[in-house]
């Protein structure tokens, strides 16, 4: 832990800038928390890197993604909010208030810490994949499967969350590849069987997608390898699916919090708190399950008042 001499007190601190964060940050600032926002070294989080949002409610034409950030920080800015770019390097969670250093020279003690540094997608690691991410690729198919209406799609993985991505789009696509790397799913058997019961998913076991095809602009196909026979073909697909799994980003807490074997926080089912008082969790960090900007802008209205009502009751006493 640093003990760096230069140290500010406040009463709400909210690490993370997504819908989870700056909703947080919307609901303390009016019940004036003074909060004090740090964005994390990619402000706005995973929709920054998305094109079109059409799910979110309140915008009947839909928005571009990061446009949407910047509407949700305007709108936290708006009632006072203190945002800040900077980065949480380590917390100390053993006392009240808590002790937070940012870029590893700043300390702040907080009467509460609201986290919503959410999640991260895992990719592939292909430079086609980044390419065209967003064109093409994604790792979301509630959100970006609409675009794919009547198309010819892959997804790539073989886990509940890529069997449950699969049959979505099944429902919407007029085709979906579906590439496992073994010769069997991790899914669970239920959903294992709603994909193999499903006539428009083509399984094919033991491959690899190699490269993501395209015209400059948008996907065109995938290459994919038999990792047993070494046998390469291509398939034409406009839209690519990356479904392996999310790194939430806790890495910093993780001699503080309760989390699951995956490292997603653990909160009190039916709230925001986790383990230590004082401290909330809201958005994808906490939610393996729905990983929706409006399920993680509720999570973050629900921390706010958790909080709120936190610092209530200890003034109380
Ligand atoms: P998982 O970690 O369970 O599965 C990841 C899948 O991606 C695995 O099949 C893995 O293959 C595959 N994979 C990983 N890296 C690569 C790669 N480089 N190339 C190809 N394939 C790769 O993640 P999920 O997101 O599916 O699920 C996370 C958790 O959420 C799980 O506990 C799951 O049960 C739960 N969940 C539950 C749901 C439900 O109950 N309805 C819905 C969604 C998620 P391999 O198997 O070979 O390792």
């Not at 500010?8 to 700056?22: K, R, T």
């Not at 402000?43 to 920054?48: E, K, M, P, V």
């Not at 900077?86 to 969670?93: I, K, R, T």
């Not at 039916?270 to 399950?289: I, L, W």
Request: some cysteine; glycine content about 10%.
């Amino acid at each position: 832990m640093n003990n760096s001499l230069e140290t500010e007190h406040v009463q709400c601190l909210i690490i993370g800038s997504g819908p989870a964060g700056y909703t947080a940050a919307i609901y303390a600032a009016r019940a004036d928390l003074k909060p004090v926002l740090y964005t994390g070294m990619e402000a706005g989080g995973q929709l920054t890197q998305t094109t079109d949002v059409d799910n979110f409610p309140g915008y009947p034409n839909g928005v571009m993604g990061p446009e949407m950030m910047e509407d949700f920080r305007k709108q936290a800015e708006r009632f006072g909010t203190d945002i800040r770019f900077g980065y949480v390097s380590s917390v100390d969670f053993s006392s009240t208030p808590h002790r937070v250093v940012v870029d590893e020279i700043k300390t702040i003690t907080a009467d509460t810490v609201i986290i919503s540094t959410g999640a991260t997608a895992k990719w592939l690691g292909l430079p086609s994949e980044q390419k065209y991410n967003g064109f093409g690729v994604s790792a979301c198919a509630v959100c970006d499967g609409f675009f794919f209406k009547g198309q010819d799609i892959a997804i790539v993985g073989a886990g509940d969350t890529a069997a449950e991505e699969a049959t979505y789009l099944a429902k919407l696509c007029k085709k979906v590849y579906m590439l496992v790397r073994r010769d069997e799913f991790r899914a669970s058997k239920a959903m294992v069987h709603r994909v193999l019961n499903t006539p428009n998913i083509e399984v094919i076991y033991n491959s690899e997608a190699t490269e993501v095809l395209g015209n400059g602009k948008n996907v065109t196909g995938i290459k994919v390898l038999n990792n047993q026979t070494g046998a390469e073909q291509e398939l034409a697909v406009e839209g690519f699916f990356v479904a392996i799994g999310h790194q939430p980003n806790t890495a910093i807490f993780k001699d503080w919090l309760d989390m699951d074997e995956t490292g997603y926080l653990k909160t009190i089912p039916g709230s925001t708190k986790t383990n230590v008082e004082g401290v909330f969790a809201c958005g994808d960090v906490q939610d393996h399950y729905y990983r929706q900007a409006v399920t993680a802008a509720g999570s973050g209205c629900m921390a706010a008042l958790d909080a709120e009502r936190y610092l209530a009751a200890k003034e109380a006493v």
